[in-house]
């Protein structure tokens, strides 16, 4: 029998093959995105039934096949089966898991990514906070973790900071800064000239998006901001992505129809 390796991941999608099989793409914490069978995955009494959907989260045991590996079996400790009771919230986790399969690569450390995602598909479930906001943090950690920061600690024309002692002073807000997802980042006033489509932000925005970039993933999902914040960084977001995805989401078809 050919030799098996043992991997903690999470089923980002999940395709029919022949009559009875499926074709998994599993985001795992060792080896990153990988192709899986699940043989005899469609039949009722199938032990790997359980494990064949999209959110199922645990470990799987896998051999190398030809061209991609086989499901042995496999021990699920999560399947976010709250996302399929509403079905808002199981766009946006269909959204996160095809973003995810696009952004991460076989054979490539794709740890934190993976604990995204996890903590993303978790924050919905609880509904704590807004589903947009949730989607906004991860469309931008997303991106940082991919190698991909938006520059939000600098001007990236003339370098001047952008902390909060530079920004206010007693409260009261004495400069301006406008986010250029063309020039990559922030723009201070005086540099605002070189990207004429600038979005001005006001420093509650500025600093959410520093929050969320440099703080660690288990602690994404516990703020909530304000109406004219989450709808200037969704705006920043928006256009950012539109720089550095080429790629057209199927499942954000539905969530932009919903």
Not at 176 to 182: G, L
């Amino acid at each position: 029998m050919p030799v098996s390796t043992t991997v903690t991941g999470m089923v980002l999608s999940a395709m029919p093959v022949g009559e009875y099989d499926k074709r998994l793409v599993i985001l795992t914490k060792e080896i990153g995105k990988v192709s899986a069978f699940a043989k005899g995955a469609r039949r009722p009494n199938s032990a790997l039934l359980a494990c064949s959907q999209p959110f199922s989260f645990g470990e799987f045991s896998l051999y190398a096949g030809k061209s991609a590996y086989n499901i042995i079996s496999a021990e699920m400790s999560n399947y976010f089966g709250e996302l399929r009771d509403d079905f808002n919230s199981l766009c946006y986790g269909f959204y996160f898991c095809e973003f995810a399969g696009y952004i991460t690569k076989e054979n490539i450390d794709e740890k934190n990514i993976l604990k995204l995602l996890y903590q993303t598909l978790r924050a919905i479930t609880k509904k704590s906070i807004d589903i947009q906001l949730i989607r906004a943090v991860f469309e931008l950690k997303i991106m940082s973790l991919n190698g991909e920061t938006p520059q939000v600690f600098g001007c990236v024309k003339c370098d001047k900071q952008t902390q909060k002692s530079n920004v206010e002073e007693n409260g009261l807000r004495f400069d301006k800064y406008y986010f250029s997802a063309e020039s990559g980042g922030i723009l201070c006033a005086a540099c605002k000239g070189f990207d004429k489509n600038a979005i001005s932000i006001n420093t509650s925005t500025l600093y959410t998006m520093q929050y969320i970039i440099s703080k660690e993933i288990e602690k994404l999902y516990t703020f909530k901001v304000t109406d004219e914040v989450l709808k200037e960084i969704k705006k920043c977001i928006k256009c950012y992505l539109n720089c550095y995805i080429d790629h057209e989401f199927k499942s954000l078809e539905i969530l932009n129809g919903i």
